[in-house]
């Protein structure tokens, strides 16, 4: 069951470039709303700067960052218990453990990734959806449902060719046809919708580049919601 307290993870998208002032413009903005960030690394498969560099940053400015990586010498599975052994180990020194957190597909949670700390769930552009899986998964830590804004159909036409279990419905490209600032209130709208069903801890949300758009609103609507 989710906790009293709903959270809002705003990834923040890395730079291409040397210069962080992209990012700290994100993290200004984005700190509005966002309870913490998620840092992923290369997630569109472009060259960017390091995603620990860029959660140096976050926290330099007072934020929450957690890095996604990937490696090719080592298994989620494999990352957790070493991060458990080192979290136990007397080299570790810090009054906070650390914790582990897994990506969950909308379908059976496989056993393993139950000893994680928290979950991020795949991104969904459906309420419904989310809370038929939510129903089916037994979880003692936070739960976060995925949420991406798509700002263009352009966007959309490219997930949905890339990521088949990402397909964009009908129904929020047509919205977007006719405006392309729909993509922002259908995210807002879910982000609301999650909120409000009570079976989440919060959620991991994606802003790309509509980030101030998605924090005025949302900053308006979770305060009066």
């Not at 990834?11 to 913490?36: C, F, K, N, W, Y």
């Not at 957690?66 to 052994?85: D, H, K, N, P, Y």
């Not at 949905?160 to 919205?175: E, F, K, N, R, S």
């Not at 709208?189 to 998605?214: C, K, T, W």
């Amino acid at each position: 069951m989710a906790s009293d307290r709903f959270e809002v993870v705003c990834e923040v998208e890395p730079p291409t470039r040397s210069d962080l002032m992209h990012v700290r413009h994100q993290i200004g903005v984005l700190s509005r709303v966002a309870t913490s960030f998620l840092i992923p690394d290369n997630h569109i498969g472009r060259a960017t700067v390091s995603s620990i560099a860029v959660a140096h940053e976050v926290e330099r400015m007072g934020g929450r960052p957690s890095s996604g990586q990937r490696t090719g010498q080592l298994t989620v599975q494999s990352m957790i218990a070493e991060l458990r052994a080192f979290s136990d180990s007397e080299s570790f020194d810090s009054p906070r453990p650390l914790r582990a957190g897994v990506a969950a597909g909308l379908g059976p949670l496989p056993a393993w990734k139950r000893s994680a700390d928290f979950l991020f769930v795949q991104i969904s552009f459906s309420i419904e959806e989310l809370l038929e899986w939510r129903a089916t998964v037994e979880f003692d830590g936070p739960v976060y449902a995925g949420v991406m804004v798509v700002p263009s159909t352009a966007m959309a036409r490219k997930i949905t060719a890339d990521i088949p279990q990402l397909a964009v419905p009908d129904g929020w490209m047509a919205a977007i046809e006719q405006d392309p600032d729909a993509g922002i209130g259908l995210a807002c709208d879910l982000v609301l919708a999650v909120r409000e069903s009570g079976e989440f801890d919060g959620v991991h949300l994606v802003p790309v580049n509509r980030y101030r758009e998605v924090a005025a609103r949302l900053e308006r609507e979770l305060a009066t919601g």
